[in-house]
């Protein structure tokens, strides 16, 4: 930009003597020839050149990372600090609605806290139009410590599909266009992009958005590899979003979809992404990251999961606080993720490996009696393992998960 503010003058200024860039006015500062130019010409540069923004100088290189999705409930900090633990490199608060962080919230902005341990750390946003968006953006760039801020194109739930926000966007070209960019003039940190392949099932969209994005200003775009409509009935579409690689080029593209082992993201590699981004397999098992790395199936105990589950009630502790009402609300996120981590199935106890994410785990004894009561999907023994680590529940207490993933359907 700097080259191009120099230059563009000289051209259009040229040297002759009827373009009214000569000899200085008396009482006016020398400047140089080559950069001399005439009012209407300072101002049409200007005007030109002002809707580019200036270099950030903030780069965002993931190759290669595993990436901690941003989930919703689940994707809490105590939550995320286990992930770390287990060797996730990435990772994103859950996502927050702009106009409830426009508004004050405080509950929306508690979404937005980051643990010393995240070295590497984004908060998501979604919102449906560009000036709450961008307005909402420049806020958190003045507030908040992030490495990068990520637009929520993914969401497939009705209360914001029918805003216009998540999916829709993928369908709202003009109002996505708008958004993006308005962010990008705002924003220090590079902006990210999640989406899906497309709203209905056997229409894809993202291989035409992806080439717009990156001439919008995304830095990098992870895509799942569902529509809005498949949700989960089917598996991520892993063949597309190779193809999708090519059309995003030479931005980055991460995949999200169905990554469980190490085989998985292998295979998630060859495809060509820069890296992987992991959902549902780390609320199943989050020592995923650990395996990935290691290149191994991990066969943990149920005294190891049981250890991890002390860990994160230890942190959801510090976190929401050790009165009656933190201890109550780390219960409750305690038993929204063990509603996930009872679909897995121990190394040990498979005839074939490696377990898939789409696979309902049947009812089996496990090796002792908490491996056993760790594989059940009734809400009343999740109740239990909170109870081995909280103590006992209020009385009428009720739970009922927020997640009912079609996983299995």
Known sequence: MAEGAAEAPADSGGGGSDSGA????????????????????????????????????????????????PLTTCGNLPFRRICKRFGADVTCGEMAVCTNLLQGQT??????????????????????????????????????????????????????????GGCALMNRTAKFQQIVRGMNQVL??????????????????????LPELRDWGAALVTLHGRSREQRYTKLAD???IA???????????FGNGDILSYEDANRAMQTGVAGVMIARGALLKPWLFTEIKEQRHWDISSSERLAILQDFTRYGLEHWGSDTQGVE??????LEWLSFLCRYVPVGLLERLPQRINE????????????????????ADWIRISEMLLGPVPPNFVFLPKHKANAYK
């Open 238 to 240: 892993w063949e597309y």
């Open 329 to 334: 609300k780390t219960r409750r996120f305690l």
């Open 107 to 164: 509950s929306e902005w508690a979404l937005l806290r980051r643990h010393p341990c995240e070295d590497v750390f984004g908060v998501q946003l979604e919102g449906a139009f560009p000036d709450t968006m961008t307005k909402c953006a420049e806020l958190l760039n003045r507030t908040v410590d992030v490495d990068f801020v990520d637009i929520n194109v993914g969401c497939p739930i009705d209360l914001v599909y029918k805003k216009g």
């Open 22 to 69: 000569g000899a200085p006015e008396p009482g006016v500062a020398p400047i140089k020839s080559q950069y001399l130019t005439t009012k209407e010409q300072f101002h049409e540069f200007l005007e030109a050149n002002g809707q580019e923004k200036p270099s950030q100088g903030v780069e965002l290189d993931l190759s290669g990372k595993l990436y901690l999705a």
């Open 188 to 209: 220090d940190v590079p902006l990210t992009v999640k989406i899906r392949t497309g709203v209905q099932e056997r229409v894809n969209l993202a291989h035409r958005l």
């Open 243 to 253: 193809q999708c690689v090519t059309a995003a080029s030479p931005m980055p593209l």
């Open 360 to 379: 309902r785990p049947p009812y089996y004894l496990g090796r002792d009696y908490l491996e056993t009561l760790m594989a059940s999907q009734k809400a």
